[in-house]
């Protein structure tokens, strides 16, 4: 089944060009453009099918990215957000990743990987590049979330506390559960209590939760 993939930002040469690279690989099909915010949130509306992937650059018209992630978010909880933007600064990755964005890339990313990114984000729920990933280890040293140490409160049992080590180290549902010898249906019903239980929005916000307030260890 094709990964149903929508793409916004307001320059026609790049969002024509990404669309070229995108035709390019199997199982990838661009179902919807858009030339800024208020156009993309139009367009999913609209839609009879709600793509799978966001491609969202962040500086447009209208409405910008960060406005309209907000919006998705809350309306469409299930597209994946993965922003391509020129904006690669520690504040702007932050932002997007606390409002809940599974991947960002900046727009001088090879085109393979970004194709990789969308395909893991999709299997896994999340995709941070090592750079990325750096940036929020050294957040990690000065929370900006309220939630710290909140952890301690929050009654998280010991058969959630490896799964929530497995999606960290970036494993599949089907591969937590080979692991674990459950279910995959039972390892869907623990991340589900996780993002209950510590008010996460999806699985990237899990691992930014979990970074943050050390509950997973990480090489």
Do not use: W
Request: net charge negative.
């Amino acid at each position: 089944m094709d990964i149903l993939i929508a793409l916004a930002d307001d320059e026609a040469l790049f969002r024509r060009g990404m669309r070229l690279i995108l035709d390019d690989y199997p199982g990838l099909k661009v179902i919807i453009e858009a030339e800024n915010g208020q156009h993309l949130l139009d367009n999913i509306r609209a839609s009879d099918e709600l793509p799978d992937v966001l491609l969202l650059d962040l500086k447009m018209p209208v409405m910008g990215g960060i406005e309209a992630a907000e919006i998705i978010r809350r309306e469409f909880p299930s597209i994946l957000i993965v922003v391509i933007s020129s904006h690669f600064s520690k504040a702007f990755i932050i932002n997007m990743i606390e409002i809940g964005a599974s991947a960002y890339l900046g727009k001088n990313t090879a085109p393979d990987e970004v194709v990789e990114t969308i395909r893991m984000v999709r299997e896994k729920g999340f995709y941070y590049n090592t750079e990325v990933m750096g940036i929020i280890r050294e957040n990690i040293m000065s929370p900006i979330s309220s939630k710290a140490n909140r952890e301690q409160t929050i009654d998280i049992t010991n058969r959630e506390k490896e799964v929530l080590q497995l999606i960290c180290e970036e494993c599949t549902t089907q591969e937590i559960a080979d692991r674990l010898f459950i279910s995959v249906r039972t390892v869907d019903g623990h991340r589900n209590n996780l993002l209950s239980k510590l008010g996460c929005r999806n699985t990237a916000g899990l691992v930014v939760y979990a970074l943050q307030n050390g509950l997973v260890n990480l090489k």
